[in-house]
């Protein structure tokens, strides 16, 4: 097999999506925000369609390809957020860009008449946790690298390809000695093989609706000075 890790580009967004899709079905994240008797895989089609359409212009989102097959198949999928100083407001261009994300999200409701099970209070929950931990955790005033997406097809983990996704990234970091971030929505074995790519568990972060609560682990990578 011989991969390849490269810029996402229109063709690839169904690939990347099926990809998306198969890697999270049985994630605990995505079991607690979506309620799987009104899931629409279409319409979570058209959101990822919509954030892969945002991310080719605002994000560092890349696919890994084998190359050996004869139409070379998508393997894996990673969306990466630059470093932002938090004290300095987004530019007009990426407000303008979340503008027409939102815009999409919307077209979408009306196209698929709802959120196609999303929960959408159980998203705002998870977003409250989020900026209360980075208020907490986040401490370098120059921003992070954010990982918000890693996915590898079912067949394909466990053989190289998160790593080489892993990396195209956090090599940039290291050159540049920006620290990098993700959320875990799976303790095991999920830390353990962020631990080995050099990210440290900073924080359980609970996301509790009334009886129903999922754990994200704050995980933050150093980087690295040869
Ligand atoms: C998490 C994920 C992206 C990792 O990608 P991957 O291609 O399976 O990982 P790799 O094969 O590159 O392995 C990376 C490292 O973790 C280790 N590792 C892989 N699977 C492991 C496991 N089950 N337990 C412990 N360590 C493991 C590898 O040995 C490797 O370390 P090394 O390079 O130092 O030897 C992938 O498994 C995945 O998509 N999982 C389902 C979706 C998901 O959970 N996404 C992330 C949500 S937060």
Not at 17 to 27: G, K, M, R, Y
Not at 211 to 220: G, K
């Amino acid at each position: 097999m011989a991969v390849e890790v490269v810029s996402l580009t229109e063709a690839d967004i169904p690939g990347a999506i099926q990809v998306i899709q198969q890697a999270f079905a049985d994630d605990p994240y995505f079991k607690w925000v979506f309620d799987a008797r009104s899931f629409n895989t279409q319409r979570n089609y058209g959101s990822l369609a919509a954030r892969c359409r945002w991310g080719i212009n605002n994000a560092i989102f890349q696919v890994a390809k084998d190359t050996s097959a004869a139409s070379p198949a998508i393997l894996g999928v990673s969306c990466w957020l630059a470093p932002h100083p938090p004290t300095q407001p987004a530019s007009w261009y990426s407000w303008y860009q979340s503008w027409v994300l939102s815009f999409q999200q919307l077209f979408n409701n009306i196209r698929y008449r709802g959120h196609g099970g999303l929960r959408t209070h159980r998203y705002w929950i998870w977003k409250e946790r989020q900026q209360e931990a980075q208020a907490q955790i986040w401490d370098d005033p120059r921003g992070y690298y954010f990982c918000n997406i890693v996915a590898v097809s079912p067949e394909a983990q466990g053989k190289g390809v998160g790593r080489m996704l892993f990396e195209a990234v956090t090599k940039r970091a290291d050159a540049e000695g920006v620290k990098c971030y993700l959320e875990s929505s799976k303790s095991v074995p999920n830390v353990q093989i962020y631990e080995r790519m050099g990210f440290e568990m900073r924080k359980e972060m609970e996301c509790r609706d009334g009886e129903d609560a999922c754990m994200l682990y704050c995980m933050v990578r150093n980087p690295k000075t040869e």
